[in-house]
Every structure is written in structure tokens, then in C-alpha cells.
């Protein structure tokens, strides 16, 4: 019994003595390999959520513009120096949209023009019509994308 004991022993030492270090090799390089897709997987969803962000301060951006474009009054639009120049002399201004989730600012340009809008109707009623357009141009990574919203407005 004692010799079986001692035969056993002698064999478990002999049959692979470097398994172990192949066993916990394996198992580290599958570990990397799950965190490299679990990384690639976390990027994919914050870039999603990148463009979402972008799209909802340029949104929310050009509807302040159409709620100030409607609501100023027809003497300061048509002011030499009106918010909204003729399209010969619009010039465009930087804005910040807003802070990212880093607190880097988010920023974009912006171009304001109006067009004045003469028919036989408007000259026979005596009425003026301006279309006030503002235009943002804003970029989301390499990309470079364009927003623009217009209001007619009518004296």
C-alpha cells in the first residue's frame, strides 16, 4: 500500500510540469482579450451618446434663435445695426453651445442674414416681408454638419 502511495506521488510530479504556467497564460491573454472588447464596446456607446449631445444643444440653440427672430421688434430689424444684417453684410460670430460631460466648451458658428422679399402684393398692400435666416455650422469629430432655420415676418 505504501509503495502504491509512493508511485502515485511519483507519477502526479512527472506528467507536466510546466502545464500550470500555460494554464495561467491562456487565462490572462482571454482576460485581455474580453477587456479590449469591453473597452471598443464602451467606446462605440459614448460616441453614440456624443452625437445625441451635439444634436440636442444645436437643436435647442436655433430655437432660442427662432424665438428671438420672432419676438424683436420690426424697428431693430431693420436698424443699420440689426441682429440680422442684410446677406451682403452678414459676418459670422463664434457661440458656445454649451459645456461637454469634460467641461470643455462645446462651440459653433454662427451666421445671421435676412432677406428682404419684394412682390407685386407686398408693393400694391404696402406690405414688408423679411425672411431672417440663421445658419450654425458646427463639426462631430472630423465631420463638419450644417443647421439652419428661417422666420418670415411680415409689417
Not at 69 to 78: C, E, G, H, K, Y
Not at 125 to 136: A, D, W
Request: with cysteine.
Amino acid at each position: 500500500m505504501k509503495l502504491m502511495r509512493q508511485n502515485a506521488t511519483h507519477l502526479r510530479r512527472r506528467s507536466c510540469p510546466g502545464s500550470l504556467l500555460i494554464e495561467v497564460s491562456l487565462a490572462l491573454g482571454l482576460t485581455v482579450m474580453l477587456a479590449l472588447v469591453m473597452m471598443k464596446a464602451s467606446l462605440l456607446a459614448i460616441s453614440g451618446n456624443q452625437w445625441t449631445v451635439m444634436q440636442t444643444l444645436t437643436d435647442a440653440y436655433l430655437t432660442r434663435e427662432t424665438a428671438l427672430s420672432n419676438r424683436i421688434p420690426w424697428v431693430d430689424l431693420t436698424a443699420a445695426e440689426s441682429l440680422w444684417p442684410s446677406i451682403d453684410a452678414s459676418a459670422d460670430q463664434t457661440v458656445t453651445l454649451g459645456k461637454a460631460a469634460g467641461g470643455s466648451l462645446i462651440q459653433a458658428t454662427l451666421t445671421r442674414f435676412r432677406l428682404d422679399i419684394a412682390s407685386e402684393v407686398s408693393t400694391a398692400t404696402n406690405l414688408s416681408v423679411i425672411r431672417l435666416y440663421s445658419v450654425l455650422k458646427y463639426e462631430i469629430g472630423n465631420q463638419h454638419y450644417v443647421k439652419s432655420r428661417s422666420t418670415l415676418r411680415m409689417q
